[in-house]
């Protein structure tokens, strides 16, 4: 398993922009399929976006599409989610994960073996 601690979370602006690091330690992070997650109150945790371990191949949730960018830079350990136009309906806790084991950006939110402690976001309107 790696070591996973996020940041970057706030309070903004409907419209305006966030970017959340999840930086990694412990295993080899270059190798391990990194994912984002959200959970707000009162509600399961769904699955936002994921990113293979070369970075070439990402998946994003269709409530995201076109708003939400993910992208890793393996030198840093570092795995990033770039938010824009953000909506109220995106206020959450966010999540990073990893996979040490699968490397399909399609896989469940269970194949995830890896959990950062989560980092809120609060969208105004």
């Known amino acids: 398993q790696v070591h996973l601690v996020e940041s970057g979370g706030g309070l903004v602006q409907a419209g305006g922009s966030l970017r959340l690091s999840c930086a990694a330690s412990?295993?080899?992070?270059?190798?391990?399929?990194m994912g984002w997650f959200r959970q707000a109150p009162g509600t399961e945790r769904e699955f936002v976006a994921a990113?293979?371990?070369?970075?070439?191949?990402?998946r994003l949730a269709d409530s995201v599409k076109g708003r939400f960018t993910i992208s890793r830079d393996n030198a840093k350990n570092t795995v990033y989610l770039q938010m824009n136009s953000l909506k109220p309906e995106d206020t959450a806790v966010y999540y990073c994960?990893?996979?040490?084991?699968?490397?399909?950006?399609?896989?469940?939110?269970?194949?995830?073996?890896?959990w950062g402690q989560g980092t809120q976001v609060t969208v105004s309107s």
């Open positions: 412990g295993r080899t992070f270059s190798g391990t399929l």
């Open positions: 994960a990893g996979s040490s084991r699968f490397t399909l950006v399609t896989i469940p939110i269970s194949a995830y073996d890896s």
């Open positions: 990113i293979s371990w070369r970075g070439d191949i990402t």
